[in-house]
């Protein structure tokens, strides 16, 4: 879902709807919800997701059928079927220019299209012979717009529950609150807050110093994450308010010491795929340490053209892919004053901060432009006052941004220590302290919060 007034009322009516029907209809509802939801969203990402549900649906009841799996007839089926995946999201990704543009969550179900036709030969899940069930999990409207992206086997596990799930659970519902609230204060109060200032400097970086527009790269850096990470933490505190719990996509990926680790706690559920149905069948580690420098490098590669066509996303994706096979290098030699401690978390910062100039900018002519304009130092400590106030990032705002980052960040330190999400750490607080948090998290949503016509109120990763 998007962060919206409609979005909002949408679901708190479906949670009413959904506790007020036996416990046989729900799964119904939920189909019907999810499938109401996207097309009230958009036309176009409705048709287009009937049309890979349909396709997937057909598809694995043929290889399902294939007997044995390991025959060339069910390679040929998978390949095949797997191939029209690809074709169409490397389609829309590069037409672009022509017109055309990628329907909002395509990139995330496609990719879970793809996971269960390769687990359906794997032998990993079944065929789904029950229509209603592969399109719930192709189109499950509190994830669907920027995931997580689930597997078949997990997300059955989770519909199980949607026949037991109590509205009688306050425990529940207090985990459920927190989720949602961190997840709204996050992208709110710290992201849109963020964007009004990264959209000029990358807008208009020909006229701003170099200290304005290094600041511009951090300013985003925190931006991307906290409107990713909000809306993953949304998602799942909604989701399990039907009874269905979706995997945690973010696991305080700027406290990295490495960029390999980085990679283990930035959106978790892309690396992963990635892992699982790129980099192993290229052949993973197995083949020595160059043929796993290539792979890591080709895996990068593609996580660049799934985020988009411009040949800046392929260029970031490239630059995470050296950074993780120098990482991986200096891992196997043992040299790890680089990628260890305080020293390995700041330059894992840095070159993540770098990257994403390129994922952050238009096409890689605004990228090298910006880079260049950022290269320039500061003329005066007056300049930089006089772009502060053209920028309009007056003293409210900056308090707003620095107060709520060192809050976040000592609760994230806490939950790094602890392997937990940022919620459950203040869930495991003492009644009223928590309940302080929460309280004070709310007030600033409903008074700092960015709203109105203005404001931005989609999730970046819609676009992709």
């Not at 998978?78 to 220019?97: D, H, M, N, P």
């Not at 306050?170 to 985990?175: A, G, L, Y």
């Not at 043992?334 to 390129?358: M, P, S």
Request: aromatic residues 18%; positive net charge; proline residues 3%.
């Amino acid at each position: 879902m998007d962060v919206s007034i409609f979005s909002v009322i949408y679901v708190l009516t479906s949670i009413v709807i959904f506790y007020c029907l036996r416990y046989s209809s729900r799964f119904v509802f939920l189909v019907i919800s999810s499938l109401a939801y996207v097309f009230i969203l958009d036309k176009t990402a409705g048709t287009a997701l009937l049309a890979t549900f349909v396709f997937a649906y057909l598809a694995g009841l043929l290889i399902g059928a294939v007997k044995p799996r390991s025959s060339r007839v069910a390679v040929i089926c998978l390949a095949f079927s797997v191939f029209v995946c690809v074709i169409s999201l490397c389609f829309l990704k590069f037409s672009g220019r022509s017109g055309l543009f990628i329907p909002i969550g395509f990139s995330f179900y496609i990719f879970q299209t793809i996971s269960y036709l390769v687990d359906i030969y794997r032998g990993k899940t079944a065929a789904e012979k029950k229509p209603a069930r592969l399109f719930l999990y192709l189109a499950w409207f509190p994830k669907f717009v920027s995931g997580p992206i689930e597997r078949k086997d997990k997300f059955d596990e989770q519909l199980n529950n949607i026949r037991i799930v109590r509205f009688r659970d306050p425990q529940r519902w207090v985990r459920i609150a927190h989720y949602v609230i961190i997840g709204f204060f996050y992208k709110l109060v710290i992201a849109d807050r963020l964007c009004k200032y990264v959209d000029k400097l990358f807008s208009d970086y020909q006229n701003y110093d170099g200290a304005w527009l290094i600041l511009g790269v951090i300013m985003y850096t925190f931006q991307i994450y906290f409107d990713f990470a909000g809306y993953s933490y949304a998602a799942i505190g909604i989701s399990e308010a039907f009874g269905i719990k979706v995997s945690t996509n973010f696991k305080m990926p700027y406290l990295s010491e490495n960029i390999t680790e980085f990679w283990r706690r930035w959106h978790i559920t892309l690396s992963s795929w990635l892992r699982d149905y790129v980099y192993i069948p290229l052949g993973g580690n197995r083949k020595g340490k160059l043929r796993k420098i290539i792979n890591t490098i080709m895996v990068f590669a593609v996580c660049g053209v799934w985020h988009g066509g411009d040949i800046s996303f392929v260029i970031w994706g490239l630059l995470h892919g050296a950074y993780a096979s120098v990482d991986t290098v200096l891992s196997d030699k043992g040299y790890d004053r680089l990628r260890k401690g305080t020293v390995g978390r700041i330059i894992t910062f840095l070159l993540v901060a770098f990257a994403w100039l390129f994922f952050r900018s238009a096409n890689i002519t605004e990228a090298l432009g910006y880079i260049k304009c950022m290269m320039v130092p500061g003329r005066i400590f007056d300049s930089f006052l006089a772009q502060r106030q053209e920028l309009g990032f007056w003293l409210a705002d900056i308090l707003i941004i620095v107060l709520s980052i060192m809050a976040v960040l000592y609760f994230e330190c806490c939950a790094y220590k602890r392997l937990e999400d940022v919620p459950e750490v203040i869930i495991r607080k003492t009644y009223p302290i928590r309940y302080l948090y929460a309280f004070i998290a709310l007030t600033m949503i409903m008074v700092f919060g960015m709203y109105g016509p203005e404001s931005v109120v989609h999730m970046i990763y819609m676009q992709f």
